[in-house]
Structure formats: C-alpha cells, structure tokens
C-alpha cells in the first residue's frame, strides 16, 4: 500500500507541533523529517517522534543533509534517525553533478554511502539516496551505476521528477530505479521550478507504475510555501493513491 505523507521542509518556517497538526489535519499519514531545521539533534528527534505518534503519524524517514564524499558525521545521522524512530535516513549522492565527476568524486560517495550502511543495520535503518539535479543520481544512467557499486541490500533511493523533463522521461528515470526505490517525493513543478498545485495526471501514472507496493508518496513543497495550500494537494494525493481521509 502506498503510503501518503509529507516532508516536513516543505514548512521549514513552522514548527514540527504545527506540522504535525496540519499533516493530521490534511489527512496524511506519514512525515519525513528534515535534519536541518526540525531535528538537529538527538533531543530533538526524541520530542519530534513522540508528537508524530501522539497525533497517530508515522515516521517515514529522516531527512539527513550529509553530503557522501565531503565530509561530515555518519554516526551522528544514523543515532539522530535512530532516536526518531526512521526507517530509513536520507543522504546526497555529493554535490557535483554527474557529467562533470570525476573517478576520485564517485569512489568517495560510494565509500561514504557503505559508511552509512555499515553504521545502519545496528539500528535497523535503511539508507536512501535523495535523486536530484547536481548530485550523482541527477540521471538514470547515473544513478543505476551509484546503486550497483555501492551493492549494499541496505541502500536504496528515493526518486522525485525532474521538471524540466517530460513526464515519459521521468517515468523511464522512475521505472529504472524501482527495484532500490524506498519513498518518493511528490510534487509539480514548472520547468522553471516555480511551484504549481500538485497535478494528479503525471502522478498517477508515476504512482500507477509502484503497484500498491509498501512505500510512501511525500508531499513535498506547495505553491507559495503556504499551509493553506497543503490540504488542496493532500486531498489530489489520496485521491491518487486510492485512500480516504482519515
């Protein structure tokens, strides 16, 4: 069953009691949450994982800002997700695009990402790769080439289109990554990236081609960055994925 949720940066500028309120509220199920505003730490992640259960939500993962290949603590991500009771933390494939890494840049993300894997399975957390412009899943061909020499069964990725694609070819970048695909973050964009209500059409199909398997769809950004807009997307998503609002 796919799960609907929200990722918690969509609302940097609230605090995690206000969004856990308006994802209840929206109808969602599922919060996925940022490390760099909302759980910093390991106290914070503690406070932010009682108030999701308190409000009957779960947690979808940690949102983790570590860059694989510049740096930063893996132990640190892992005990801070493990403290909030993530399945899964996220991390960046580096922050050089694919076309212009060298052998030296793609042989530290791999090292950094079975880092992050090693340190996991004590916790029983799965790690993820965010899929995005400037990083090394920014392509298909990229991406696949990352996941199989990385070759850890604890290392996966989430998948979001790209808009400056057509849907045909996002769902081909889609397509190629489901059998490493953990959550998948949902939303529509110009080509621009100006921020648009979240369009059912491509997302049925994105979603249609996961077959009601067990991962969650993420709302991620609104138009305006403004919380009035989250229950109008929210209800488009549960229409999508086939559930009412709880």
């Keep these: 069953m796919i799960t609907p949720g929200l ?32 759980v910093p ?6 406070r932010v994982a009682a ?27 892992v005990s801070i997700a493990a403290a909030l009771g993530a399945p899964l933390v996220r991390v960046w494939a580096g ?10 840049h793609r042989a530290a993300v791999v090292a950094g990402a079975r880092e992050v894997a090693a ?18 899943t920014d392509t298909r061909e990229s991406a696949l080439r990352l996941l199989v020499d990385v070759d850890r069964p604890n290392v996966g990725t989430h998948w979001q289109p790209e808009p400056t694609r057509s849907v045909a ?21 110009a080509a621009d990236r100006s921020r648009l209500p979240l369009d059912p059409a491509p997302w049925a199909r994105y979603l249609g081609v996961l077959d009601g398997s067990d991962r969650c769809a993420l709302l991620e950004f609104v138009a305006g960055d403004d ?8 209800k488009t998503l549960l229409s999508v994925v086939g559930r009412s609002p709880r």
């Design 41 to 46: 730490d390991v106290p914070a992640a503690r």
């Design 169 to 189: 070819e996002n769902l081909g970048d889609l397509e190629s990554v489901l059998p490493w695909l953990r959550n998948v973050h949902v939303f529509s964009w």
């Design 95 to 104: 922050k050089v695009a694919s076309a212009e890494a060298d052998g030296t």
């Design 227 to 234: 919380p009035a807009r989250l229950p109008l997307d929210a």
């Design 51 to 77: 108030q999701t259960a308190e409000a009957g939500l779960r947690v979808a993962g940690f949102g983790s800002y570590l860059r694989l290949g510049h740096g930063g603590d893996a132990g640190a991500v």
């Design 119 to 136: 340190r996991a399975p004590d916790a029983d957390i799965g790690v993820a790769f965010e899929y995005h412009r400037n990083t090394l």
């Design 7 to 38: 990722v918690s940066v969509t609302f940097r500028q609230l605090d995690p009691a206000t969004i856990v309120s308006l994802a209840a509220a929206a109808g969602l199920v599922a919060i996925e949450w940022g490390g760099d505003v909302h």
